[in-house]
């Protein structure tokens, strides 16, 4: 029997709005985990490991349609399948 238990590879940029163009649907059949600067963070909403950089979302503030607007926080970035 062959295993088709292969996950596809992380991209460099990813995404998790289904609204962006760096959306990646197959990647997110498995949990995804991200660290930053060694801590491992639950609350990315989007990643560049090339450019070092996560966003993760407002707690309050809103933009003109309704999602979250996003904080950049600039580090060591490593994505990994859970």
Same mark, same amino acid.
């Given at each position: 029997?062959?295993?088709t238990n292969s996950?596809?590879?992380l991209p460099d940029h !990813?995404? /998790?709005n289904p609204?962006?163009?760096h959306y990646v649907a197959e990647c997110f059949e498995q949990?995804?985990?991200i660290r !930053?600067? /060694?801590k491992e963070r639950t609350d990315v909403e989007e990643y560049c490991v090339s450019e070092?950089?996560?966003k993760i979302a407002s707690p309050k503030s809103k933009d003109r349609f309704g999602q979250p607007m996003l904080i950049k926080l600039k580090g060591e970035v490593e994505a990994f399948y859970k």
């Amino acid at each position: 029997m062959s295993d088709t238990n292969s996950t596809p590879a992380l991209p460099d940029h !990813l995404s /998790g709005n289904p609204r962006s163009p760096h959306y990646v649907a197959e990647c997110f059949e498995q949990p995804i985990g991200i660290r !930053l600067n /060694g801590k491992e963070r639950t609350d990315v909403e989007e990643y560049c490991v090339s450019e070092g950089w996560v966003k993760i979302a407002s707690p309050k503030s809103k933009d003109r349609f309704g999602q979250p607007m996003l904080i950049k926080l600039k580090g060591e970035v490593e994505a990994f399948y859970k």
